[in-house]
C-alpha cells in the first residue's frame, strides 16, 4: 500500500508546486536510484565504509560528484546548525562583505551557541559569516537574516537556494538551524551545498579558518573554529558540524589530498563522531577512482529553469552516471519525524493513511482547476 501511494505525493507535489497543472511523476531519487535505499549502498569489489552510529551519511567525490557510498541518503532529518552552510551560501553573494552593521537586541538575544554579539558593536559582515561558519553562532545567523531584509525574506532565499541546487530534501524554516516545526534536510542535500559551497571563495575561507580576531566593545576577542578536524585530520578544509537535542549531532565536512577532495556528510549520530568521520574520509580517498559509484551529486538548475513557471518537480532530469537513469526530485515518503526515530511498518501505515487523504483533497482541486501559488518560504 506504502508503495502505491508514493507517487501520488508527487502528484500533489507537481500540482502546488506548477499552479495546478499535473506533469509527469518523479520515479527517481535525485542522483540515482541506489540513493532511494534506507540502508546502505555501497560499491562492489572493494572494501565496505567504516561502520557508522550516523543514522544517515553520504561519502562523495568533490571533484566529480561520484557518490561513493551512502545510507539513506535522502533521509529527512533536523539539520542543526549544519542548514547554516546553506545561510552562508545563500547570503555571500547578497551581502557585501565590508559593510559594516550594528545588531539588533533581537540578534544578540538568540537561544544556543552565539559568537556574544552587542547592539553597541559596528561588525564588518564578513565577521558575522566567520561567527557563523566558525562558532556556529545563532546570533550571527540572525543577524545576517535581519541585513537581508528579514527573517521570511531569507527564508525565502534559501529555499529558493535549495531548489536552484537541487536539494530538495531541504525546507529552511530559520537561519540558525534551531528546531522548527517543518524544518528538515539530508545527508544528500548537505553534501550537495557543501559541494556548491566549496566553489565559493569566501564560503571556503569561512569554514577553513581555524582562529580569528572578533570585535567587542572593548577591543577584540579571539573566536575558534568548532570543527575539530581541522587540527586533527591531514588536509581538512572545513565545513560544519551541529547539535540539538532533537537532531542529535550532524556535520558535513570536506578534505583535500593529492590534489582530490572527498565530502562527508552525517546526520542523527548520538555523540562523538570526529573519529567516525576521518575513518570515512579515509575510506573516501581509499576508494575514489577504483570503484564504480552508486550515484552523484547532481549540479545546479539553469537560471532559467527556476525563472519559468515549472519548478522542482518538472525539471528536466540529467543523467545519472549509469547512463540509463533519470535523475529527477525523488519520489520519497515523508521523512518529517525521523529526526525523532526510525521508521516502522506501524508508523508507514499512518503516513499512507495521511497521503491517501492527500490524494483525495488534491484531485478535488485538480477537478475543479484550482490553481494555487507556493508560499514565500518554499515547500
Same mark, same amino acid.
Given at each position: 500500500?506504502?508503495?502505491?501511494?508514493?507517487?501520488?505525493?508527487?502528484?500533489?507535489?507537481?500540482?502546488?508546486?506548477?499552479?495546478?497543472?499535473?506533469?509527469?511523476?518523479?520515479?527517481?531519487?535525485?542522483?540515482?536510484?541506489?540513493?532511494?535505499?534506507?540502508?546502505?549502498?555501497?560499491?562492489?569489489?572493494?572494501?565496505?565504509?567504516?561502520?557508522?552510529?550516523?543514522?544517515? %551519511?553520504? &561519502?562523495?567525490?568533490?571533484?566529480?560528484?561520484?557518490?561513493?557510498?551512502?545510507?539513506?541518503?535522502?533521509?529527512? %532529518?533536523?539539520?542543526?546548525?549544519?542548514?547554516?552552510?546553506?545561510?552562508?551560501?545563500?547570503?555571500?553573494?547578497?551581502?557585501?562583505?565590508?559593510?559594516?552593521?550594528?545588531?539588533?537586541?533581537?540578534?544578540?538575544?538568540?537561544?544556543?551557541?552565539?559568537?556574544?554579539?552587542?547592539?553597541?558593536?559596528? %561588525?564588518?559582515?564578513?565577521? *558575522?559569516?566567520?561567527?557563523?561558519?566558525?562558532?556556529?553562532?545563532?546570533?550571527?545567523?540572525?543577524?545576517?537574516?535581519?541585513?537581508?531584509?528579514?527573517?521570511?525574506?531569507?527564508?525565502?532565499?534559501?529555499?529558493?537556494?535549495?531548489?536552484?541546487?537541487?536539494?530538495?530534501?531541504?525546507?529552511?524554516?530559520?537561519?540558525?538551524?534551531?528546531?522548527?516545526?517543518?524544518?528538515?534536510?539530508?545527508?544528500?542535500?548537505?553534501?550537495? &551545498?557543501?559541494?556548491?559551497?566549496?566553489?565559493?571563495?569566501?564560503?571556503?575561507?569561512?569554514?577553513?579558518?581555524?582562529?580569528?580576531?572578533?570585535?567587542?566593545?572593548?577591543?577584540?576577542?579571539?573566536?575558534?573554529?568548532?570543527?575539530?578536524?581541522?587540527?586533527? %585530520?591531514?588536509?581538512?578544509?572545513?565545513?560544519?558540524? @551541529?547539535?540539538?537535542?532533537?537532531?542529535?549531532?550532524?556535520?558535513?565536512?570536506?578534505?583535500?589530498?593529492?590534489?582530490?577532495?572527498?565530502?562527508?556528510?552525517?546526520?542523527?549520530?548520538?555523540?562523538?563522531?570526529?573519529?567516525?568521520?576521518?575513518?570515512?574520509?579515509?575510506?573516501?580517498?581509499?576508494? #575514489?577512482?577504483?570503484?564504480?559509484?552508486?550515484?552523484?551529486?547532481?549540479?545546479?538548475?539553469?537560471?532559467?529553469?527556476?525563472?519559468?513557471?515549472?519548478?522542482?518537480?518538472?525539471?528536466?532530469?540529467?543523467?545519472?552516471?549509469?547512463?540509463?537513469?533519470?535523475?529527477?526530485?525523488?519520489?520519497?515518503?515523508?521523512?518529517?519525524?525521523?529526526?525523532?526515530?526510525?521508521?516502522?511498518?506501524?508508523?508507514?501505515?499512518?503516513?499512507?493513511?495521511?497521503?491517501?487523504?492527500?490524494?483525495?483533497?488534491?484531485?478535488?482541486?485538480? @477537478?475543479?482547476?484550482?490553481? #494555487?501559488?507556493?508560499?514565500?518560504?518554499? *515547500?
Amino acid at each position: 500500500m506504502w508503495t502505491k501511494l508514493v507517487p501520488v505525493t508527487a502528484l500533489i507535489a507537481s500540482v502546488a508546486l506548477t499552479g495546478g497543472t499535473a506533469h509527469a511523476e518523479p520515479t527517481t531519487p535525485v542522483g540515482g536510484e541506489a540513493l532511494g535505499s534506507r540502508g546502505l549502498v555501497a560499491p562492489a569489489g572493494v572494501k565496505k565504509p567504516p561502520k557508522s552510529k550516523a543514522t544517515s %551519511y553520504v &561519502i562523495a567525490d568533490a571533484d566529480t560528484g561520484q557518490v561513493l557510498a551512502a545510507k539513506d541518503a535522502h533521509g529527512h %532529518y533536523l539539520p542543526a546548525s549544519t542548514l547554516k552552510t546553506l545561510t552562508a551560501l545563500t547570503l555571500i553573494p547578497k551581502l557585501d562583505k565590508n559593510r559594516k552593521i550594528k545588531p539588533s537586541r533581537n540578534a544578540c538575544n538568540q537561544e544556543g551557541s552565539a559568537v556574544g554579539l552587542s547592539p553597541k558593536v559596528s %561588525y564588518k559582515i564578513e565577521d *558575522l559569516f566567520r561567527a557563523l561558519m566558525m562558532s556556529s553562532g545563532n546570533d550571527a545567523a540572525m543577524a545576517l537574516a535581519e541585513t537581508n531584509g528579514g527573517v521570511a525574506k531569507t527564508m525565502a532565499d534559501m529555499n529558493a537556494e535549495a531548489k536552484r541546487l537541487q536539494a530538495f530534501d531541504t525546507v529552511a524554516k530559520t537561519p540558525s538551524g534551531l528546531d522548527e516545526k517543518g524544518q528538515r534536510s539530508s545527508a544528500y542535500d548537505l553534501a550537495l &551545498i557543501a559541494r556548491a559551497g566549496l566553489a565559493n571563495p569566501d564560503f571556503r575561507r569561512y569554514i577553513s579558518t581555524k582562529t580569528a580576531k572578533f570585535p567587542a566593545p572593548k577591543g577584540h576577542y579571539e573566536i575558534s573554529n568548532h570543527n575539530k578536524l581541522l587540527w586533527r %585530520y591531514d588536509g581538512m578544509i572545513g565545513i560544519k558540524n @551541529g547539535w540539538t537535542s532533537k537532531a542529535r549531532a550532524s556535520f558535513v565536512g570536506a578534505a583535500t589530498r593529492g590534489g582530490h577532495t572527498i565530502v562527508v556528510s552525517i546526520m542523527r549520530h548520538e555523540g562523538f563522531f570526529w573519529d567516525e568521520v576521518s575513518k570515512l574520509l579515509d575510506w573516501g580517498f581509499s576508494v #575514489r577512482g577504483k570503484a564504480a559509484p552508486v550515484g552523484r551529486l547532481v549540479d545546479p538548475l539553469p537560471a532559467t529553469a527556476l525563472a519559468g513557471p515549472h519548478t522542482a518537480a518538472t525539471a528536466t532530469p540529467t543523467t545519472a552516471p549509469s547512463g540509463g537513469a533519470s535523475v529527477t526530485p525523488a519520489a520519497q515518503p515523508p521523512l518529517l519525524d525521523t529526526a525523532a526515530s526510525k521508521q516502522t511498518d506501524s508508523t508507514k501505515m499512518v503516513g499512507s493513511i495521511v497521503i491517501g487523504g492527500g490524494l483525495l483533497f488534491g484531485l478535488i482541486w485538480l @477537478g475543479f482547476g484550482i490553481r #494555487r501559488r507556493r508560499g514565500r518560504s518554499g *515547500l
